[in-house]
């Protein structure tokens, strides 16, 4: 039986706490003060820790600060001077969630309920913390560089509490693979992961789509829907590109994140809802919010903890182990087996990635198809893709020079043919490379004479 403490001088709040946690099958300890919570805990190790935040010798949060005390046990700050301040400083600071008083027994059993498996989760984090070297990545993120080490240590952190996520990033970068991670990590993985882009939905049925509606509330609206925060009931709800919300609609959210409840469209009871929000955007948030995309007091009720994802430009090294990565899922699929040459990787690595590593998969994914042996050259990518993949010993054959004061036309002319050379004369292949449609291949090989160059093959 799992063994907690309560720290709060209010007796018959602590009483009744103590009450609710037995009847959940945990033992409890109740004491009144910061020096006995300290003398307790020298004696027997717990499993969490239900705090007060003001207590008759100091403030609950300074046992925060002695984790070598606490050991591996867990916060859940309790409060009657409830302040959105206080609690997202608690969070940071560690603790898994947070209750007012009077306690809500609803929520203390959600929270509860979310303890019984942290254990588990603490125990993953850890294990996976100290893989990262060996298998190259963290759950489902990929990466050994410095920048995604970084997303890794937030994640880790993170997860396991109940604070809302922003995650800052440019598109591509790999938000939703985040946010199904902090999931995973989380004390909410058995309960539902749900995924919206606000961005995507048209701004008349985004209110539908979020909080549901009833029979008849607007025409069409031929039976009840259960929107995304009635369906991820205590699980995760996903918000990518939120800045792209409404706000009239942001209004609504920031209703439902401050008192944990809402309407269905053409309704009038209030439907409750514990729903961990993880939210995404393509912008700075600050600038979203100086140009009027997104409310400052959603904002920062989003933003309690910021992960910023780094474009694929900011990590290049960890193409050697995404682009294989990617490769082996499409082998599976295919039952074919490919790999990439040396060369292939090292142009992967020169190139500036503007969509990042969706753009990288897409990629991957094209030379796949296009490779007719089983391992894929520098051929099988795309021309925009391979601007640097000259190796060494072809450098003078893949080199042109074109003369100062050439025409248009002429350089153009040099250039189409000096690839179809590079190619072999594989008109396709050259066209691809160039950017062009085989018929304009065609219609220039013809006004230069040089339709008697070999086919394609």
């Known amino acids: 039986m799992s063994h907690l403490l309560i720290v709060d001088d209010d007796a018959n709040s602590a009483r009744m706490l103590a009450t609710v946690l037995e009847a959940e099958g945990f033992s409890a300890t109740v004491v009144g003060s910061l020096r006995e919570a300290r003398q307790h805990l020298m004696l027997m190790p717990v499993r969490a820790i239900f705090l007060d935040l003001f207590l008759p010798d100091g403030r609950g949060l300074e046992l925060l600060n002695d984790p070598q005390l606490v050991g591996e046990a867990e916060f859940v700050l309790i409060t009657g001077h409830a302040s959105l301040d206080t609690s997202i400083q608690a969070l940071r600071l560690g603790a898994v969630d947070y209750l007012t008083k009077p306690l809500n027994v609803e929520h203390l059993k959600r929270v509860l309920g979310r303890l ?20 190259g990545g963290f759950s489902g993120l990929i990466g050994r560089s410095a920048p995604m080490r970084r997303v890794y240590d937030q ?3 993170v997860a396991p509490t109940a604070v809302n996520v922003l995650l800052v990033g440019e598109s591509g970068t790999g938000k939703e693979v985040v946010a199904q991670t902090i999931h995973h990590l989380s004390r909410r993985r058995d309960r539902p992961f749900l995924a919206v882009n606000c961005g995507a939905i048209s701004p008349q049925l985004i209110e539908s789509e979020l909080f549901g509606h009833e029979k008849g509330s607007f025409t069409g609206a031929t039976r009840q829907h259960r929107g995304y925060f009635e ?9 990518d590109e939120v800045t792209e919300m409404p706000v009239d609609l942001q209004v609504k959210l920031l209703r439902v994140l401050e008192t944990g409840q809402f309407i269905r469209v053409g309704s009038e009871e209030p439907i409750e809802t514990d729903v961990r929000i993880v939210a995404a955007t393509n912008r700075n948030p600050l600038e979203a919010v100086r140009q009027g995309k997104l409310r400052e007091d959603l904002y920062y009720r989003l933003d309690v903890f ?9 990590r290049l090294d960890d ?5 294989p990565e990617f490769l082996t899922s499409i082998n599976q699929a295919d039952g074919v087996p490919r790999s990439f040459t040396p060369a ?31 391992e894929i050259d520098t051929i099988e990518l795309p021309a925009t893709h391979a601007v ?19 025409s248009i036309a002429d350089a153009e002319r040099l250039l189409i043919l000096a690839t179809l050379e590079r190619f072999d004369g594989a008109r396709e292949r050259a066209a691809e490379s160039l950017g062009i449609s085989l018929k304009t291949l065609y219609n220039r090989l013809r006004e230069y004479g040089q339709l008697s160059v070999s086919p394609d093959r």
């Open 116 to 135: 019984h498996g942290s254990g588990n989760v603490r125990s993953e984090i850890s294990q996976m913390s100290a893989m990262v070297h060996s298998k």
């Open 155 to 157: 994640t880790a952190r």
């Open 231 to 239: 369906r991820a009931h205590n699980g995760t709800l996903f918000l």
């Open 306 to 314: 910021e992960v910023q994802l780094p474009p694929l430009r900011a």
């Open 319 to 323: 193409i050697d182990l995404l682009a």
């Open 344 to 374: 292939a990787l090292d142009a992967l690595k020169h190139y500036h990635w503007p969509g990042n590593v969706r753009e990288l998969r897409n990629v991957v994914h094209r030379a796949a198809i296009m490779a007719e042996q089983p």
């Open 388 to 406: 640097h993949r000259v190796a060494a010993s072809d450098a003078q054959r893949d080199v042109l020079s074109i003369p100062l004061g050439s």
